[in-house]
């Protein structure tokens, strides 16, 4: 793609863009100091799709007009309502509907999921997690080595970047199980990292964990949504990912979990009597009896209010399609790149590899005389909302479902003026 630095050329690019008017299907933030936002941060959390209200509010009124009756009698049962989350998760995770479920939130799940398939021995006990993971993971991981009486000191283990390198490569991944792995239970990774946007090989990371018999989870906050998935294919044995950044579904919205459909009558797993068949739910026999699948890892009837953004959000992906929000993504993305690096490449670096990359770029300031953070408080007077994470990364991420060319364009603008104030 040959890209240009005008207004001209980023308007050529939106009325040319297939997805455009997915925009209109958005709020967007109101306007500061007199100026339009430029919202970079749907890494973080998205925006409200205006369908969201509407069927928050449709639930509103099924509690108010029928009440108990609203989990059976109505148009959308309560009783099964998280499944209509399933198809749209399975599309966006490459998984089966019977190996997905919308239920609790990502950290809840992580547990959930270690509580099956961390199961330490004395001989084989280690987590692997990356270093600089997102500290909910890591906080997670190092509380189940410990509640099973091990101790995260010596066997939390970090995949590190090499010194001066940003970027995880696989093949240290490979030297560290090579020389430990048949005392590693688990590998625990993100898709994508939260502060590099580095994606990382997820089929390779799988490949490896099952070579080494260890276990695999991959936490997919930051990838679903923007990056394709062959969860099934892959075969991780579990997987969880939060609905408020790229699916846009709300703050604290309900989460995803997948579990491999090698593993779809566990025996070891936490019980809750949403995790029953549904068929004898309400017979309310102490014997519980497991659903088909990812199902059977639910624990309470799901948050009725929170469900629905996610499923708003779902339609709105499935009618976009994956395939043209990755094209859209990677030119959008590009596009930002190019501007940076053409306009301010000796004073704005980025540590978001190249070549495995969705929506998110990581910047960094290179000269001197420009204080990172100062910059992105401009940025912010200047209506860009972008993130900011220590100690010194201001992460940016174009959607591809409401962000355009203007926008990009509009933040080079932005990103000049604030440079220069
Ligand atoms: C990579 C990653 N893991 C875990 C979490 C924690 O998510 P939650 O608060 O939904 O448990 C986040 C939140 O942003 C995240 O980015």
């Given at each position: ?13 939106d ?15 109101r ?14 959390l ?20 029928l ?17 209509h ?5 399975a ?28 199961r ?32 995260p000191?010596?066997d ?59 276990k ?7 990838a ?56 004898t ?13 990812a ?127």
């Amino acid at each position: 793609m040959i890209y240009e630095d005008s207004l001209d050329f980023a308007e050529s690019l939106d009325r040319e863009d297939p997805l455009a008017s997915f925009r209109e299907q958005f709020n967007f933030p109101r306007e500061k100091n007199g100026q339009s936002p430029v919202y970079l941060c749907g890494n973080s959390l998205g925006l409200q799709p205006k369908l969201a209200a509407d069927l928050v509010q449709t639930e509103l009124e099924k509690w108010k007009d029928l009440a108990v009756d609203g989990h059976f009698q109505s148009e959308r049962p309560w009783v099964n309502y998280h499944q209509h989350a399933t198809d749209g998760f399975a599309e966006l995770t490459g998984a089966k509907p019977g190996e997905v479920v919308a239920m609790n939130t990502l950290t809840v799940n992580l547990h959930l999921l270690m509580a099956s398939f961390y199961r330490p021995t004395p001989e084989r006990r280690k987590i692997i997690i990356e270093a600089g993971a997102f500290p909910s993971d890591q906080y997670a991981a190092a509380s189940q080595i410990r509640l099973r009486g091990f101790d995260p000191e010596s066997d939390l283990l970090e995949w590190q970047p090499r010194p001066g390198e940003m970027h995880l490569r696989l093949e240290d991944l490979e030297a560290m199980l090579d020389h430990e792995g048949s005392s590693v239970a688990l590998l625990l990774l993100p898709g994508v990292q939260y502060y590099t946007g580095q994606v990382l090989d997820m089929r390779a990371i799988c490949e490896l964990g099952r070579l080494h018999g260890c276990k695999v989870g991959l936490d997919l906050a930051h990838a679903i949504g923007n990056v394709a998935l062959e969860l099934n294919a892959w075969a991780p044995d579990f997987a969880s990912w939060c609905t408020y950044k790229y699916l846009n579904a709300g703050p604290g919205a309900i989460a995803g979990a997948f579990v491999h459909e090698t593993h779809r009558s566990p025996d070891d797993f936490l019980h809750g009597w949403w995790g029953n068949k549904q068929s004898t739910r309400f017979a309310m026999r102490p014997k519980f009896e497991p659903a088909e699948g990812a199902e059977a890892w639910q624990m309470s009837n799901p948050p009725i209010l929170s469900l629905a953004p996610v499923i708003a959000s779902l339609q709105l992906f499935r009618q976009a399609g994956l395939e043209g929000l990755r094209n859209k993504s990677a030119m959008l993305t590009g596009y930002m790149h190019w501007l940076i690096e053409t306009r301010f490449g000796d004073r704005i670096g980025n540590i978001t590899p190249t070549d495995a990359r969705g929506c998110q770029l990581s910047l960094v300031v290179k000269d001197a005389s420009t204080d990172a953070r100062t910059l992105f408080d401009r940025l912010c007077e200047r209506n860009v909302t972008g993130d900011w994470r220590n100690p010194d990364v201001i992460r940016v991420a174009p959607a591809p479902l409401y962000n355009s060319f203007v926008d990009v364009f509009d933040f080079a603008e932005r990103l000049s003026d604030a440079l220069d104030a």
